[in-house]
């Protein structure tokens, strides 16, 4: 007889978010310029991630499309596991000017959110210190085509910045580790 | 006659013991690819009193995902698509023994090697695929170094590159792919996407015909069918329900069944596919005599105790659409093959299964398109509540194009450090 088959449990927090590494990285530390880290996310800012690309209300490639194959107890596993994984610091290459301005406005502009320079964030805020610039550039004409609806509050404040000094906030927090 | 088309001289196993087993529970995985370097790795992040062993014939492994940009000449760096072990061994304590691995021999417990045996507690083989060459008249062991087949990634690789580019301009490629199943269902019409694109730029009064055992295009229809009108209309040709059976190599040709040939130039021609030699060889291989049967669960082989199998080489129990035979399903089983081995190991419930694929495939030097799905267990069968492809309107091609190389980048990070 199989010694599998008999009385098995229900995948467990890691195992679930295990399947998610392919992409992410292992343990949500990603290695890829345009895949975001999802290691020491809050599990509000992942739970609230998969259900808005699970119901479309967040553009997506590919999320969209694995978010319709898991359930909110699902997300908040998943959501859970990722919170409590080591901050992922990231070497990149960030221009150093851009990266000046950007310290310079970000604690007047994002700091009630992105908390303690992007490592932390408000309810589902997501982390962005250390963040791929990349990803976080695609991400960002997201917000600039409308593509990707922002919270009111963090429109204010995005919609009256320059496109140098949004691009300056992105090189800024890419560089945070 | 030889099923891999190597040409190389059998393999002969060393009776002596390689590595006695000391007090430790041992883990042997065979095979370092997409599977093994994953079982290894997760078996000591998830319980660091378990000892180890990596068996692997190569130093390096050549990764057959995007192996196609460097056939078709869009990178010349194979560097980027080849890992090696030593950062994976060091950071998890895994041995590494380089050598072949002759029989598997589950009565006994123990792996023969080209270097010797290895006693195991339990065994886990990802070794991916072989040929059944025997299927086409004509193959023989040297077959593959004329029409290449470079579906293991490597030498063969840069084989079909090179003829590739000393092709002159106004010749034709003619590609062959095999039935279902077979390792990677897009793999075909990607290549042929980036090999259409190639001559499109470089040899542009050159065409590229692809021959389909299959009736039809067996993967992302909709996507491929609408790269290859767009953008290849005046330099591909797709024709379905072709099965090369014939090769005439000295004639440059291929034919179905005696009735039709096809000339070519350049010919890549893919043979069909089961488990890898020594899963027959281990009587591991199931009725079909080509894939491996496992439980849905454990991965473990009903023919043999203590035997899992994951990846290319297994058919699963499934419910609809089976798990596609990718690096990513090998990466995903890998995990809770690791997991269920441990559970039986320390006397724990195993679990479901719950996992992903995703293939990302180029349509062009800049676009790609995406299958993605997640797989879990339903009735002691893997089932897919969740399978869906890009959209066909071309609107994410860019940026899945940015993805699918990230992709590529976390998950050879992930088997290598
Ligand atoms: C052109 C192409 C493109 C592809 N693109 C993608 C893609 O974009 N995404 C994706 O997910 N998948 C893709 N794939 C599929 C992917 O390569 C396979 O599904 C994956 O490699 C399977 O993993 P595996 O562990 O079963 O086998 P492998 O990765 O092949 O690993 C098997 C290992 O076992 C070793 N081995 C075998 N026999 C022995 C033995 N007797 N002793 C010792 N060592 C042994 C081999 O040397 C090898 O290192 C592609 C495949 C091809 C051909």
Redo the contacts with the bound molecule.
Sequence with gaps: TFSGAVMAAPPTPEMLSYACAGCHGTNGGSAGMTMPSLASQSKASIVDAMKKFKSGDRPSTVMGRLAKGYSDAEFAAMGEFFSKQKFHPTTQMVDAAKAKRGEEIEDANCSRCHIDQGKDGKDDTPVMASQWLEYLKMQAALYDSGARKMPKDMADKWNKLSKEDREALLHFYASVK | ATTTGSGDAP?VGKTAELMPKGSARRVVV???????TIAAKYIRMLDKSIEVVL????KQ?V??????FYIAGMTNDMNAITIGYDKLAANHGIKMVY????QIDAAAKKVV?TEGTLAYDRCIV????DFRTEEIEGYNAKTAEAFPH????GAQSTLLRNQLQAMPDGGTVVMSMPLTPY??P???Y??SCLIAHYLKKHKPKSKLILLDANPDVVSKKPLFTKAWSTYYKDNFQYIGGKKVTQVNVAGKSVSIEGIEDFKGDVINLIPPQRA???MVKSGLVGDDKRWCPVDAISFESPKAKGVHI????TALPSDGPPMP???????SQAKFCAQNVLNLMNGKPTVEFSGI?????AISDHESVSIAQVFNLQNGKIKSPATAISPADFSLTKAEHAYGESW?KN?LTEMST
């Design positions: 393999a065979v095979g370092g690819g997409y599977g093994g068996v692997e014939k190569s492994f990764s057959c995902p995007f192996s196609n050598a072949e691995v002759t090697t990802s070794p991916g695929i470079a579906w293991k990634a390792r990677c897009p793999g075909p990607e290549r890898a030699d020594i994951i990846g290319d080489a035979k990718s690096g990513y399903s090998a990466n694929n995703v293939c990302y495939s590529l998950i």
